[in-house]
């Protein structure tokens, strides 16, 4: 009796996991979902960018697969994702809000949900961003002050094998944290150190396979299996933060903000206690957000491209007989110069597309019921933007399967900028330091090649381009032998 009351019970739970795991109707199709594990036996949790691509080839541009009990929509080829991030972009606008990553960060913006204090505090970054030079001449200043730390080291390595990983990364660290924090740190600093190493360290588990068993099978939250040191990770930048919202709290002359921290201490002051969003705890996570977005995105997108102008030195001279010509004279290179430099603007944006940085964007979520290609998309659907199908698709590239600069050239020689070119993502969830990325990458690209030249090392051997996944794309480690140029 009692044996089988078990069974009928175990049937019931059965029947309940097989009717939870069945695709509503009109929904994306997918491959055959199991109980409980949904799709993830179709996944690699390793790196599933190659699943997600054959998958597509099954399924269509718009697919769902089941990530444990849990539907996820799966967004392909720039039509559907033109149709989801800009045609119906409120619709798409949303964050899953019980994902691994919420659960390590609980403010911020990235990660916020759409709604009134996300697109309160996205219209503040924007316009802060704004006010302290972004697109004007004093974040120029800011990122030729740190590109000069830049060529101190790269002349200090003149001659030998040098690794640039660390020198970009904190290139790219160092100008945010400018705009941020109103200061740069030392590449041995303690506190950029372990705010950077904790940060990395995340967006690799993140995007790993303990992230995905987390996010598919809640029972496991709980259990002190590697993702926890994410959270731990997490713990100690707040506590630095925290350490330095005090001391920007202590030295601030209200009204005369210097950097980020201070504009936003400045508005806290103004909305006083009018139950507005803007509150310390916020601050904290907004700047390490920023501080995170704008570092690992610009440092590996710069990675990237100094491996392709080493292993591709022909396209390395085109870009330095531009410079030499466009910058004759000029001390040095203003962003306006990219108007008059097409062959360097496409290497950047060709360097931008191959690097795929963001290959799958941030998770986004519908807010409301929806369409999408004529299916119909619940509201809270996870919808995961498969970037990197769109960065390589057929038919929207001259060249999509190779390091090509053609791909952003006209015939006539001109910068062309297809419509598919979306690494920062499309709509009004799209990266809001795009600007400032754009800068950046140009200056230092342009100044770098103008005074060296980057020499893959003959004892080398082939370089590999693969990079390692995560929820940005990182090229395996590599060194580059460095020359000066004969015209500096
Ligand atoms: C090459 C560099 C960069 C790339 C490829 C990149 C790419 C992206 C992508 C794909 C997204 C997700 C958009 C979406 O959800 O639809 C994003 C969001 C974001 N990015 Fe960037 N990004 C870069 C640099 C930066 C910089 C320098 C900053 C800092 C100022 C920044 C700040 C942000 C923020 C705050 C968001 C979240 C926006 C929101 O949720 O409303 N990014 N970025």
């Known amino acids: 009796m009692f044996a089988s ?15 939870k795991s069945q695709r509503p109707k009109n929904f994306p199709p997918g491959p055959p979902i199991l109980p409980i594990l949904g799709n993830i036996l179709h996944l690699s949790l390793e790196n599933p960018l190659k699943d997600f691509e054959r998958l597509r080839k099954s399924y269509g541009n718009v697919y769902s697969l089941f990530l444990g009990t849990r539907p996820a929509v799966i967004i392909n080829g720039m039509k559907a994702m033109k149709e989801a991030m800009v045609t119906k972009g409120t619709d798409f606008a949303g964050r899953p809000q019980d994902l691994f990553v919420n659960d390590t960060q609980k403010k911020g913006v990235i990660l916020a949900d759409y709604g009134s204090s996300w697109k309160e505090h996205r219209r503040f970054a924007l316009t802060t961003l704004r006010n302290f030079g972004m697109g004007k001449n004093s974040m120029e200043e800011r990122i ?101 919202m005090k001391e920007h709290k202590k030295t601030r002359v209200p009204g005369e903000p210097r950097d980020f921290v201070d504009c936003y201490l400045d ?59 466009v910058l004759e004279g000029k001390d040095r290179a203003s962003f306006d110069d990219r108007h008059n430099m097409p062959y360097m603007q496409a290497v950047i944006h060709e360097v931008q597309r191959i690097a795929n940085t963001v290959p799958l964007s941030v998770p986004h979520c519908t807010t409301k019921d929806t369409e999408l290609m004529g299916y119909s998309i619940p509201r809270g659907t996870l919808i995961i933007p498969n970037l990197t199908s769109v960065l390589n698709e057929e038919g929207q590239w001259k060249f999509p ?20 070119f979306m690494p920062f993502s499309a709509g009004p969830r799209m990266c809001l330091g795009e600007g400032l990325a754009r800068m950046e990458l140009f200056l230092i ?44």
């Open 267 to 325: 508005e806290m002051d103004k909305r006083g206690d009018d139950g507005s969003s803007f509150e310390e705890e916020q601050l904290r996570m907004y700047s390490l957000d920023l501080h995170f977005a704008g570092t690992d995105t610009t440092s590996n997108t710069l990675l990237t491209g100094f491996l392709y102008l080493m292993t591709y030195p022909h396209i390395q001279e085109r870009c330095q007989q531009e410079i030499d010509e």
């Open 401 to 420: 399967n190779e390091f090509n600069p053609e791909n952003f050239l006209s015939d006539q020689g001109e910068f062309v900028k297809p419509e598919a």
């Open 5 to 19: 009351i078990i069974l009928l019970w175990l049937c019931v739970v059965f029947l309940i996991l097989l009717l």
């Open 144 to 244: 030729h002050g740190e590109i000069d730390y830049t060529i101190d080291t790269l002349e200090k390595s003149i001659g030998k094998p040098f690794n640039p990983h660390v020198m970009f990364h904190n290139a790219a660290s160092n100008i945010i944290c400018q705009v941020l924090f109103g200061t740069r740190y030392e590449y041995d600093d303690e506190f950029i150190k372990v705010i950077v190493q904790c940060f990395t360290e995340n967006a690799k588990i993140s995007n790993g396979p303990w992230a995905m068993l987390y996010d598919s099978f809640p029972i496991i939250r709980g259990l002190p299996l590697p993702f926890a040191k994410a959270f731990k990770n997490v713990e100690t930048c707040q506590n630095l933060a925290i350490r330095l």
């Open 445 to 488: 690209m342009v100044t770098l090649l103008r005074k060296f030249k980057f020499i893959w090392p003959e004892d080398a051997g082939e370089p590999d381009y693969s990079p390692v996944y995560g929820v940005t794309l990182t090229p395996k480690p590599y060194h580059m032998k460095i020359q000066l140029r004969a015209t500096q």
